[in-house]
């Protein structure tokens, strides 16, 4: 490290013969210097398998010597809004809360910053998958029960197997007793 306190100091004579012709001075700087350290970004989400309708967070934390620039929050090539940020000097944190959560919100976000050390740009990046999840439910409909109340040999019925949420059901398949019916 370069940093202290430096001094200057200079001394002549006049006249070699009479010491109160010596001139002296001086002068003293203090140096201060700081450790210059590269944008580092990273990333994290609170979790990252989420139900639709639920709420999740992005946090992007920002560190670097100069102070980097931004965070900034991409979702492919749109920039998305922090919700709040917080930080000193050399550190920033920036949080981003989605709520009511659609499919939508689903992709790869990116926290992107940078700072230039000595003159050089220094990029930094750090990236998250949210995969965007609803609860599956399966439901076997069966067509109306007769005015009877049940269903003899002979009647016609019609069974519907409904899958609903994500990701997509890729196949249905209705049995009875364990022997499939329908694949």
Not at 125 to 144: C, E, F, G, T
């Amino acid at each position: 490290s370069l940093q202290g306190s430096y001094t200057c100091k200079m001394e002549s004579e006049f006249w070699k013969t009479n010491p109160d012709n010596l001139i002296s001075t001086s002068d003293t700087k203090s140096l201060t210097t700081k450790y210059v350290m590269p944008s580092k970004t990273e990333l994290e989400a609170d979790r990252t398998l989420i139900w639709k309708g639920s709420t999740f967070a992005l946090t992007c934390t920002v560190e670097g010597y100069p102070p980097p620039e931004g965070p900034t929050l991409w979702k492919g090539q749109t920039s998305v809004t922090f919700t709040s940020c917080d930080g000193g000097n050399n550190t920033r944190v920036c949080t981003k809360k989605f709520t009511n959560v659609g499919y939508d919100d689903a992709a790869v976000y990116e926290c992107k910053t940078n700072n230039t050390v000595r003159g050089t740009y220094s990029p930094s990046s750090d990236k998250a998958n949210i995969v965007i999840s609803s609860k599956v439910s399966v439901s076997l409909a069966l067509s109306s029960l007769p005015s009877r109340g049940y269903f003899i040999t002979g009647d016609s019925v019609t069974l519907t197997c409904i899958a609903d949420g994500f990701p997509l059901a890729h196949y249905m398949k209705i049995s009875r007793d364990g022997q499939l019916l329908f694949e």
